[in-house]
């Protein structure tokens, strides 16, 4: 009865979609952004803010993290490492020697590109705001940079500015909290030191905010069944209706012509389809063997302007417990549940596939998977061959409705029809004799 309970809990918080900053495929995902006070001198201190990515399949992909907060006092940035603000805003009150990096209010923060002058750098930086999950390269999940500031109100007293924000859709951050200081090791860990204040800020995901539509769908077929279920009509939007604009294949649009701010993410640009998704899924049950059976996936890039790197594929199917080999692609299980383990992960290789190219005839990445057939639990009927969930990049995918499944050949029907034909011979037979 308990484990029933607890199959019955789980089931109910999958179905939950992620619209309000929970995610029961990583229920404790989030971007932390830490400060910590190293220095404080009269009247300037030296910070080090470090943003820390701590979700297991969400990345940051280009054009990257764009950190924001508003001073509450009249502070400035006198100086930057491993880091930049986009605009040095008015320091006219400042005249006779240097001035400030950056008096800006709210200055907005972005990270240095790969091939800085090392004399700019600090450890951990020039990304360019790319930052990796922490399933696909923990090595790069993290950035740091550090800073002077100036002009506090009480020259003693730092005070943490308010109203943080990443500059990336969908996560929204709450003011900063104290913590334990951190504690930093020199020469080879024989001395520690530490931080004279340590803050720290959460910031949560919702798909909501992130988007007010779709951003991918899921088609489905079976080697089983000649029909190939796809994606449900206006998944991510409509055609005709406002903000659903779509090129049709062999047409171009204007739209490619404009020069894109190499600092936003360009909107989707879509081929015209029933769908209207920049990325389209595909599940194809290919083969069954006594012991085994394999699937085939295959994503397709339907953006016609955007490139998809270091992209990543989430599903929920319970047979992924059992997963043999995957070809083409890594593979990782995320058993966020001590009991399931049923979600998996699946990214490109390094150089090979990890690159999305955009919609055209090599826009396109595929893999299969062999799985073992779980005594008890493996079956073809009612859809059970079919994932549950899919994400890509961390959108949820929409998914054709059950009822639509491919479905196995009605035996039933066939036996009946069969015995009729040796009822009806052996009672001509009898006629005869």
Not at 241 to 248: A, H, T
Not at 251 to 258: G, H
Request: aromatic content about 12%; charged content about 15%.
């Amino acid at each position: 009865m308990g484990m029933i309970l607890i199959f019955i809990s789980f089931t109910l918080l999958n179905s939950i979609p992620p619209s309000y900053g929970y995610d029961p495929m990583d229920p404790q995902g989030n971007i932390t952004i830490k400060w910590d006070l190293l220095q404080s001198n009269l009247g300037t201190n030296d910070l080090k803010v470090s943003i820390y990515n701590y979700q297991l399949y969400r990345h940051i992909e280009p054009p990257g993290w764009k950190l924001g907060w508003f001073w509450t006092g009249e502070e400035v940035i006198w100086s930057m490492f491993g880091a930049q603000a986009t605009q040095q805003g008015n320091c006219s009150r400042f005249r006779g020697g240097q001035l400030p990096h950056s008096c800006e209010k709210a200055p907005e923060i972005v990270d240095l590109l790969p091939g800085t002058p090392y004399n700019l750098q600090t450890s951990n930086c020039c990304k360019g705001g790319v930052l990796t999950s922490m399933t696909q390269d923990p090595s790069k999940y993290g950035a740091s940079f550090q800073m002077n500031v100036g002009g506090t109100t009480d020259p003693g007293n730092f005070t943490m500015p308010i109203n943080f924000t990443l500059g990336i859709p969908g996560y929204s951050c709450p003011n900063s909290t104290q913590v334990p200081p951190s504690k930093f090791t020199s020469d080879g860990g024989r001395r520690w030191t530490q931080a004279l204040g340590t803050w720290q800020v959460t910031c949560v995901y919702s798909q909501s905010l992130a988007s007010p539509s779709p951003k991918c769908c899921v088609s489905l077929s079976a080697f089983y069944d000649n029909t190939i279920v796809p994606c449900p009509q206006c998944s991510c939007g409509c055609q005709g209706l406002p903000g659903s604009e779509c090129v049709k294949f062999g047409e171009t649009s204007s739209l490619l012509q404009q020069i894109q701010d190499p600092t936003q993410a360009p909107p989707p640009l879509v081929r015209c389809t029933r769908h209207l998704c920049p990325i389209q899924v595909h599940w194809h049950v290919k083969q069954s063997y006594k012991e085994y059976w394999r699937i085939k996936i295959t994503v397709t890039n339907l953006n016609i302007i955007k490139n998809y790197s270091d992209w990543n594929l989430v599903v929920s199917h319970p047979n992924l417990q059992s997963v043999i080999q995957v070809f083409s692609f890594n593979y990782k299980s995320l058993d966020q549940y001590a009991s399931f383990n049923d979600t998996a992960m699946f990214w490109g290789i390094h150089f090979y596939n990890d690159m999305l190219l955009q919609q055209g005839d090599q826009g396109n990445v595929q893999s299969e998977i062999l799985l073992h057939k779980d005594p008890g639990l493996f079956t073809f009927r009612e859809g059970w061959a079919f994932p549950r969930r899919i994400y890509f990049n961390g959108y949820d995918c929409v998914m054709p409705p059950p009822d639509r499944y491919p479905r196995l050949p009605n035996v039933g029907s066939t036996d009946k029809s069969s015995h009729s034909v040796i009822v009806l011979s052996f009672l001509l037979l009898l006629v005869m004799f």
